[in-house]
Structures are given as C-alpha cells and as structure tokens.
C-alpha cells in the first residue's frame, strides 16, 4: 500500500512559478513510477508528465519546456517545479503511482493522492 499527500498549491500570477512535491508513504518507493494529473473545472483529468523508477521524465505538450519532474528517492518525495505558468494551467493537481513504468492513462496508476489546487491568475 502506497499513500501520496501533495502539497505546495497557491494562488500564483501568470508568468510565476510553483512547486509541488508529492510524499509517500512506504519502503518501496523507489521502484514506483510517479505520474501528475490535473483536472480543470468542468474537464476531464490529464496527464501532465510522470518519471519512472530510472527517473526519466515524460511530459504533456502542453506542459513540456515550462514543467519539470523529480524525485528524491531518499526523501519518498517527487517534485513538480512549474514555471511560467498559464491560467490554463489551472486546476486540481494529482500525483499518482505505479509500479516502475509510466503511463499517461490514469488508470493504470494504482495509488492517488487527494490533490492540490493551483490557481494561476491572469
């Protein structure tokens, strides 16, 4: 069993940045691959990147170049470093595990976090 808690949600301006870390809980952390969805109001959840356990990193278009994807495996903790940020971007951010490989179907993802709110103004 695996539980994900993120945090580092805001209220940020167009143009800034924000980072959102995602925690979990268990010994095997390292061998998840870690995905981050967002859903916006009234929309479905996407995909918006993931890094698997070699922590190679898959983006969204719409997000590739402005976001990056880490993980301190020492830490249990993976990042979401968000810059130049769009009020299209936001939405409720989710942060999701699997084992090892990545996908971009958020059902394939096995654990949930409860989600964070990022809020980008114009």
């Known amino acids: 069993q695996v539980q994900l808690v993120e945090s580092g949600g805001g209220l940020v301006q167009a143009g800034g940045s924000l980072r959102l870390s995602c925690a979990a809980s268990?010994?095997?952390?390292?061998?998840?691959?870690m995905g981050w969805f967002r859903q916006a109001p009234g929309k479905e959840r996407e995909f918006v990147g993931a890094?698997?356990?070699?922590?190679?990193?898959y983006y969204a278009n719409s997000v590739k170049g402005r976001f990056t994807i880490s993980r301190d495996n020492a830490k249990n903790t993976v990042y979401l470093q968000m810059n130049s940020l769009k009020p299209e971007d936001t939405a409720v951010y989710f942060c999701a595990a699997r084992a090892r490989v990545v996908s971009v179907t958020e059902s394939d993802y096995d654990y949930w976090g409860q989600g964070t709110q990022v809020t980008v103004s114009s």
């Open positions: 268990g010994r095997t952390f390292s061998n998840y691959a």
């Open positions: 890094i698997d356990w070699g922590s190679r990193t």
